[in-house]
């Protein structure tokens, strides 16, 4: 999701295979315990762990250039505020993340360094335009629905610091989904023309808002070690379908139509069949090759680089500052 | 020149919180900034009347392994909680 092609390391283990302290750790996990950043882990669970989470990081700091991008083109001084809301609060998300990831052992600058360098993903989905006011309306309800979907399980994660900072932004997130919905009803409630971007929007943002969960189960390795040490809780399959069925009916209530023919009720399973993504656009979206890769993470290098003297200068000044108080 | 900013660690007291409690943690190059980026990234939604910064460094902490040491020795001194004794109801409220 956030997080979409998080590969843990090592596979699975049986309990005859564990050493004494990974079944220990295994059993607290069980238990529900949470870990915390001085508890004894494997080294998979710390490298997997920082992957997940700085990637989830990540997205949270680059999902703010779509957005950010309509900031002073919003149509009301009412809807700009509440848009710079809720970016910023995109940007708090980030630093939460970041300093759960921290406690792992990895520093700032080197999960800065990773995102910069390609080394490091971020959500596939940030790597769409966002063409016009309508796409701000879509990617509120459906990116912000589906990276909820993906949240509120996470909350139960076994690491602690992830767990909390999950607990905290999932509070602040339903007001995303709810801003994003809202501009959908007003312009599906509006004048044809409003109506015909609200649709074109949601053709275009679905498949990717889909994509968000990552590969199907079947192309998805690696994930049974992640679910027993729960940092991943629910699978992209089942998380997916449970976004389809919350989405629909909203779909419907606005009076536009899911771009899928194949979207059918199917009452045997309690569910709607849907359409997959095209699962080759996602993996060259991944791979770097999406529409808006390069201008991402040349806005973030950017922003680092022409940073970087005003957090030298703020650190020269503070060290200044602090050697003065010693001399007194 | 490349030097990230220390680590600090936050705590808010809310409106009716009895007492500071930590929320998280932020990178800043001094207490002041600290400070200005805690109510930044910490009370967007009116969380806090109050808040603390610590540069993280200077946090001792315990360590998980002597949980048994430091907290079991209470487990056994139950009498420390009122409910361990009996007070017939004639007595009334205690």
């Known amino acids: ?328 | 020149m490349s030097k990230e900013w220390p680590l600090w660690e936050v705590f808010i007291r809310g409106q009716h919180g009895m007492s500071h409690r930590h929320v998280g943690s932020l990178h800043a190059a001094d207490a002041e900034m600290a400070l200005k980026n805690a109510r930044d990234v910490y009370t967007r939604r009116n969380e806090g009347v109050s808040m603390w910064v610590v540069e993280s460094s200077n946090i001792t902490a315990s360590a998980p392994s002597d949980k048994g040491p430091l907290y079991e020795p209470s487990n056994s001194k139950i009498y420390r909680h009122p409910t361990f004794f009996d007070i017939p109801d004639e007595v009334g409220a205690m």
């Open chain 1, 1 to 328: 999701m956030y997080a979409q092609m998080v590969k843990s390391t090592g596979n699975l283990k049986t309990r005859d295979e564990m050493s004494p302290e990974e079944a220990h750790f295994q059993d607290r996990i069980d238990a529900g315990e949470k870990i915390e950043p001085k508890d004894w882990m494997p080294e998979g669970y710390r490298k997997t762990l920082i992957r997940q989470i700085g990637q989830h990081a990540h997205s949270e700091i680059v999902g703010q250039l779509p957005e950010g991008n309509w900031i002073t083109r919003a149509p009301t001084l009412e809807r700009k505020a509440i848009l710079l809301a809720k970016v910023q609060d995109e940007a708090g998300h980030g630093l939460y993340l970041y300093c759960a990831a921290e406690t792992l052992g990895v520093s700032r600058d080197e999960l800065t360094e990773d995102l910069l360098s390609g080394r490091m993903k971020y959500s596939s989905i940030f790597n769409y335009p966002t063409l016009n006011w309508a796409d701000i309306g879509a990617v509120g309800w459906l990116v912000d629905g589906a990276a909820i979907m993906n949240q509120v399980p996470l909350q139960r994660t076994s690491f602690g610091p992830y767990s909390r900072a999950m607990i905290r932004i999932c509070k602040e997130e339903s007001f995303h989904q709810r801003q994003g919905y809202d501009i959908m009803m007003k312009m599906a409630q509006g004048s044809e023309a409003q109506k015909r971007m609200a649709q074109d929007a949601l053709n275009r943002v679905w498949y990717p808002a889909l994509m968000m969960f990552g590969p199907s189960d079947k192309d998805s390795v690696h994930s049974g070690q992640s679910m027993a040490w729960k940092i991943k809780i629910n699978t992209n399959d089942e998380l997916r379908q449970k976004f389809v069925d919350q989405t629909v009916p909203q779909a419907e209530f606005l009076g536009l139509t899911v771009p899928d023919e194949n979207l059918k009720w199917n009452e045997e399973k309690g569910g709607y069949d849907f359409s997959e993504p095209d699962w080759n656009e996602f993996f060259e979206v991944v791979r770097g090759n999406g529409p808006c890769n390069t201008d991402r993470i040349n806005a973030r290098i950017k922003a680092w680089e022409d940073g970087a003297w005003v957090r030298d200068g703020l650190m020269a000044h503070a060290q200044k500052k602090s050697s003065q108080v010693a001399a007194e």
